[in-house]
């Protein structure tokens, strides 16, 4: 069971570039979550999704898009890389919101320089 | 509007001896509660959560955590700390009423240091 699969794992950037970050989940899971972990910041959501087809905006939502056009990916997209979007981000993903428990994937590692 | 405060930073206690590690969140409803862990390197862990019932709420890991309303404060605490419990852990908290449903919100975390 592979669980909150994210890809890739690492990537570094030129400021000005987009990329697209892929999350996916194999627990049929509706709710679905990006987040970016910065020293000292803790997580900070970005963007959420409560269902297929849908997505809402989190706390830290700028500079980025997100798509969920099925229900086991979430989608996350930078379309022109800054050095501030330079972070650790992590996909998650529940049955249920907020009850049920968040899994969450190993994480992505961007740079952008 | 959601929010978690971790007072601590950084802890470091002695293998065998006690932890608390403290959490007060601001919500305007019944909160649903969380506490994961972050091994360097790593995804979050669920230890445990709480949403109703029994104030006092028992986790992975020997863990466990006590809901206090009037405090606002969800402390997670463990009676004897291993050396393997170095990560990092995070306070959360979500709800179900004032569209804040799908919003998981987590504190900044408090990093735990074991001396041996």
């Known amino acids: 069971n592979a669980g909150v699969t994210q890809t890739p794992k690492f990537r570094v950037l030129k400021t000005g570039q987009s990329m697209t970050l892929l999350c996916a989940q194999d627990?049929?899971?509706?709710?679905m979550y990006w987040y970016r972990q910065d020293p000292g910041m803790g997580l900070r959501l970005i963007h959420y999704s409560v269902g297929e087809g849908t997505t809402a905006k989190g706390e830290v939502p700028d500079g980025y898009n997100v798509s969920r056009l099925k229900k086991q990916n979430f989608l996350l997209g930078l379309e022109s890389a800054a050095p501030s979007q330079t972070s650790v981000y992590f996909c998650?993903?529940?049955?249920?919101?907020?009850?049920?428990?968040?899994?969450f994937g190993q994480g992505t590692r961007l740079t952008v320089v | 509007a959601q929010s978690v405060t971790q007072p601590d930073i950084h802890i470091t206690v002695s293998e065998g001896a006690s932890l608390e590690l403290r959490c007060n969140y601001s919500y305007g409803a019944t909160p649903y509660l969380f506490w994961y862990v972050q091994s360097p390197g790593q995804g979050l862990q669920l230890l445990l959560k709480?949403?109703?019932?029994?104030?006092l709420v028992q986790g992975i890991k020997g863990f466990e955590a006590e809901f206090k309303r009037s405090q606002s404060s969800f402390n997670l605490r463990k009676p004897s700390v291993h050396w393997s419990d170095a990560a990092e852990y995070f306070c959360?908290?979500?709800?179900?009423?004032?569209?804040?449903?799908?919003?998981?919100?987590f504190g900044k975390g408090t990093k735990l240091s074991v001396k041996p």
């Open positions: 627990m049929n899971h509706e709710y």
């Open positions: 998650a993903s529940s049955y249920d919101s907020p009850a049920g428990e968040a899994f």
């Open positions: 709480y949403f109703s019932g029994d104030t």
């Open positions: 959360a908290v979500g709800g179900r009423y004032g569209g804040s449903q799908g919003n998981l919100i």
